[in-house]
C-alpha cells in the first residue's frame, strides 16, 4: 500500500521560510517524478513545483520561481520544497504526489496519483 505523507507546514509571518517534506513509502521512489501543489480556499488545486526522477530537472510556476527550491532524497525516499520569501498568498494547503502519466505538461493533476493529505501553509502580513 502506497502511503504520502506531507510535514514542515506552519504558520510564518511574510518574508520567512518553510521547508516542507513528503516522505513516501510502498513504490520505488526513485522511479517516479515527483510534484508539489497547493489549494488555497475557494480556489483550484495548483501545481507548485515538480522534479524528475534523478532529480536533475526541476520545473516551477511562475509565482514561486526564484523563491521556491524543490529537491528529492532517493535514500530517504523524501521529497521536498524549500520556500523563502514567502507572501501571504502562498497560504495553502500544500499537497506531493508522484507522477504517473506523461501525457501533459508537469502542472496537470491528472498525471498525477497518491496523493498525500497536505500540509497547512499559512503566510501572515
Known amino acids: 500500500q502506497v502511503q504520502v505523507v506531507e510535514s514542515g507546514g506552519g504558520l510564518v509571518q511574510a518574508g520567512g521560510s518553510l521547508r516542507l517534506s513528503c516522505t513516501v513509502s510502498?513504490?520505488?521512489?526513485?522511479?517516479?517524478?515527483m510534484g508539489w501543489f497547493r489549494q488555497a480556499p475557494g480556489k483550484e488545486r495548483e501545481g507548485v513545483s515538480s522534479?524528475?526522477?534523478?532529480?536533475?530537472?526541476?520545473y516551477y510556476a511562475d509565482s514561486v520561481k526564484g523563491r521556491f527550491t524543490i529537491s528529492r532524497d532517493t535514500a530517504k525516499n523524501t521529497l521536498y520544497l524549500q520556500m523563502n520569501s514567502l507572501k501571504p498568498e502562498d497560504t495553502a494547503m500544500y499537497y506531493c504526489?508522484?507522477?504517473?502519466?506523461?501525457?501533459?505538461?508537469?502542472?496537470?493533476?491528472?498525471?498525477?496519483?497518491?496523493w498525500g493529505q497536505g500540509t497547512q501553509v499559512t503566510v501572515s502580513s
Open positions: 504526489a508522484a507522477r504517473t502519466r506523461y501525457s501533459g505538461s508537469w502542472y496537470e493533476e491528472r498525471n498525477y496519483s497518491y
Open positions: 510502498g513504490l520505488s521512489f526513485g522511479d517516479y517524478a
Open positions: 522534479i524528475n526522477w534523478r532529480g536533475d530537472y526541476t
